[in-house]
């Protein structure tokens, strides 16, 4: 799968950019993101810092990364088949489990950032912070595996 | 998976560490533009501190276990040209990333200062150190050689 994936044709670089920028942006957000909250200890100034990453910067990301996936699936002719390697079954795993968790995130830190004002929100600031974190490992388990690719 | 497949993950999670550093430095540029208090500007510095460890780490990986991997596989050389320009723009994007490391704590050091004095209020000199259009440039700078390095690595032209 190495060699396979080491001659890759030509054309499959775009695709490729994309996936690989967004998910490298994603990851960068989330780290961003993870720290200003961990970091805050309810300081509002940081607390919106690491939500409005996660939103502005890690959302269109995501997206990027995702959408450049399923390019690259469609360029190999795979879309309409079976997912039949560890390395992109863990990859399809983090992205999509890992856009249920990244919207969570988004819906707990929006919500704690509204109420921030009223004294209230620490929690559900404290559970997006605790997602963001999972979040980066699932991330470096599934760049681990897109470039090692285990059989 | 063979060692050259470890260490071909390795350097591609550095790459990630590289990256996520210079989002990270982004994301506190941007903020650190409406920042006038040296609270505000000190607070900051556990994520700068996030920011120059994965740099660091990134920094250091993607060029210690990219010469491996060239060393290694049969496939490249060092001496290919698309590897001497990646390792000449990663030199590039260390160079310029440090310079703007040193723009911005400046305002870092005046806010330390103000806050030593006692002087907690907003300050315009501290905007001004903050809002460092050197930094932005140097930092553009980087990110533009990061990226050509991202090109370089998924095109690898002439090999």
New interface residues.
Partial sequence: MSVLAAIRPDEWNFPLFLHVLGAMILVGATLTAASALAFARGNPQLVRLGYWTLLVVGLPSYVLMWAAAHWIYSKEGLDGSGIDSAWATIGFVVAEGGAVLFVASLILGGIGVRRLGDGKGAGLLKATMVISLVLLAAYVVAVWAMAGKPD | ??LD??I??L???S??AF??????FW??IV?VRK?DTPE?TI??E??VK??NA?TGIGAGGTIVFGIWLAISLD?YQVWDGWVIAAIVLWAISLATGQRTGVAYMQGMTKAQGLQTSGQTGPSAELLALNRTSNGVLLHFATTVAV?LI??DM??KPGA
């Avoid at chain 2, 990256?19 to 990270?24: F, L, M, N």
């Fill in positions: 998976m063979s497949d470890w071909l993950a350097h591609v999670l790459a990630f990256v996520a550093g210079t989002i990270v994301v506190l903020a920042t505000g607070r900051m556990p994520v996030v920011g994965a496939a990226l991202l090109i998924i095109w």
